[in-house]
């Protein structure tokens, strides 16, 4: 017997009634039915559960499948006996719990790498494009672009990088470097604009 949680479990053959039968496979054939004093648990890797438990079982064996090179045999699942029953339940769901806990851990994980990774591209491009550009609004610029849950260009995949580097680079100097309120009034405003846009531009493509 084994104790789990508490819980007594009684998995030895000559405490859990009659011998779980088996076939030369070592598989309990339960295609006409489960035999007396046992369940039929489906599902993939209780084996290992039964094995930490030292539960008594069997492979489930569901069917058989004709093949070209003979029949083969499906199996689902395990069958033990029925005072093991809630014990065994109880781990699998345990080991679901932590399962759900490992993946969107690192779920989490792998968007924060990937999120990173996409920051590292967009920073070294706008610096191949514009080596002259200051620390604080290569940041700000790569910050904005590529804010987490924003469709802001640097996460616009639709628009290749080299695009994108060079729209966010041109809205952050139009924001920063000029007078784009006041001057998008007068009649010339988009071409003041643009030569106020270039100016800056000009500047940072000379390496410091």
Same mark, same amino acid.
């Given at each position: 017997m084994a104790v789990f949680q508490g819980v007594l479990v009684m998995c030895a053959e000559h405490e859990t009634g009659p011998v779980l039968p088996k076939n030369d496979y070592g598989n309990v054939d339960i295609r006409k039915g489960v035999p007396q004093g046992y369940v039929h648990l489906p599902g993939k890797r209780l084996q290992p559960?039964?094995?930490?438990?030292?539960? $008594?079982?069997?492979?489930?064996l569901v069917r058989l499948v004709r093949?070209?090179?003979g029949f083969k045999a499906i199996l689902d699942g395990v069958v033990v006996h029925q005072a093991? $029953?809630?014990?065994?339940?109880?781990?699998?769901?345990?080991?679901?719990?932590?399962s759900s806990k490992?993946?969107?851990? !690192?779920?989490?994980?792998?968007?924060? $790498?990937?999120?990173?990774? !996409?920051?590292?591209r967009f920073k070294i491009t706008v610096i191949a494009y514009y080596p002259g550009i200051p620390f604080r609004d290569l940041e700000l610029i790569v910050n904005r672009a590529c804010e987490t849950g924003s469709p802001r260009l640097g996460r616009h995949k639709a628009i290749y990088l080299d695009d994108r580097v060079k729209l966010?680079?041109?809205?952050?100097?139009?924001?920063?470097?000029?007078?784009?309120d006041s001057i998008l009034s007068s009649a010339m405003?988009?071409?003041d604009i643009d030569s106020q846009i270039e100016k800056v531009l000009e500047k940072w493509r000379e390496p410091k």
């Open positions: 559960l039964c094995r930490k438990l030292q539960i $008594v079982w069997g492979n489930a093949t070209r090179f093991a $029953v809630e014990v065994l339940r109880h781990a699998i769901k345990a080991r679901e719990i932590r490992i993946t969107h851990e !690192m779920r989490r994980r792998n968007k924060e $790498v990937a999120h990173n990774k !996409m920051k590292i966010a680079v041109r809205s952050h100097v139009r924001r920063n470097y000029t007078e784009h405003g988009c071409i």
